[in-house]
């Protein structure tokens, strides 16, 4: 997922193309092609990435764009919330560990963990991160 033009994920062209570049498509899609080849770094990205990888050099960044650009007042009224009281957040998922890849990532878990000043490391390192980028 791009944001419009109104503001940029970091690495990603001035200008979005009108159709989506990704080659990742769902087998169950009705313009599926199979199983899904892997993720590009952006739309002009040459090369396919890792799974890992992509978690942590496409979505995580683009994750962390999203809450400190597009969501941020929210963010910080949770984070308010959170220290004088119990925050819950639903998921289908858990997991907020980027190195297993047996489950996909929580979009809950790494809310708690950015309002926490905690984040999986981004990049082609591992390790944790600590704080907003």
């Known amino acids: 997922m791009w944001p419009d033009a ?3 994920p970091p690495r990603s062209p001035g200008r979005l193309p009108e159709t989506p570049t ?3 498509r769902s087998s169950t899609s009705p313009r599926g092609t199979g ?3 892997g993720h590009r770094r952006g739309p002009d990205g040459g090369r396919l990435l890792s799974y890992e990888a992509a978690r942590r050099l496409v979505h995580l960044p683009t994750c962390r764009w999203g809450l400190e650009n597009r969501v941020a007042e929210s ?3 949770l984070r308010e919330r ?3 009281t119990d925050v819950v957040f639903l998921d289908h ?3 907020g560990d980027v190195d297993d890849r047996s489950v996909p990532l929580s979009h809950a878990a790494l809310l708690r963990l950015y309002i926490r000043g905690e984040r999986p490391c981004e990049g082609e390192g591992v390790g944790p991160a600590v704080g907003p980028a």
Request: glycine content about 6%; some cysteine; overall charge neutral.
């Open 75 to 77: 963010v910080e009224r």
């Open 93 to 95: 998922t858990t997991n």
């Open 22 to 24: 990704s080659t990742c």
């Open 35 to 37: 199983p899904v080849s």
């Open 6 to 8: 109104a503001g940029l």
């Open 82 to 84: 959170a220290a004088t």
